[in-house]
């Protein structure tokens, strides 16, 4: 054998390791593509349902939005009828209200002169008056009341 026979069986020898090589390579990108090929497949028979049901759950949302908006106009509306209503009642019953009340306390003031005795007159003494703090008579007031 010569050299160049031997060289040639050497380069024979490598292209055989590097074929296999290769070989082995591509049966383990064709394992790769085939695994890949069934999870793509999986991922696409629940996703497909997911996204349907994605979609059904925005459409119910957007229905129930427009509900509450409905529902905030009317309430809206609402506010403004009852804020007129209360300035109609304040502007109607406000003033001859005021006007009851002051006539009220003119004539319990008149009331109370009268019941007292006219100064000078030296039959009794005047009455007290009273405080009242939050509807309520002070204990002060109460003891002079009592004593008197």
């Known amino acids: 054998m010569t050299g160049g026979e031997v060289a040639g069986i ?10 296999s090589f ?3 390579v591509l049966v383990r990108l064709a394992q790769t593509l085939r695994a890949t090929t069934r999870l793509v497949a999986e991922v696409t028979e629940q996703a497909v349902p997911l996204l ?12 129930q939005l427009d509900r509450v908006d409905a529902i905030a ?11 007129a209503l209360s300035t ?9 209200l005021v006007k009851v009340a002051a006539f009220g306390y003119g004539v319990r003031r008149a009331m109370g002169r009268r019941a007292t005795p006219a ?9 007290p008056r009273r405080r009242v703090v939050t509807g309520r008579t002070l204990p002060s007031a109460r003891r002079r ?3 008197g």
Request: charged share 15%.
């Open 22 to 24: 290769l070989a082995v």
């Open 119 to 127: 100064a000078g007159t030296g039959d009794a003494e005047p009455a």
């Open 52 to 63: 349907a049901d994605a979609s059904a759950t925005v459409r119910s949302a957007q229905t």
């Open 145 to 147: 009341n009592r004593k």
């Open 88 to 96: 109609t009642v304040a502007s109607t019953f406000g003033g001859p």
């Open 73 to 83: 106009t009317d309430v809206q509306e609402v506010t403004s009828n009852a804020s």
């Open 10 to 19: 050497l380069v024979a020898v490598f292209w055989a390791i590097l074929v």
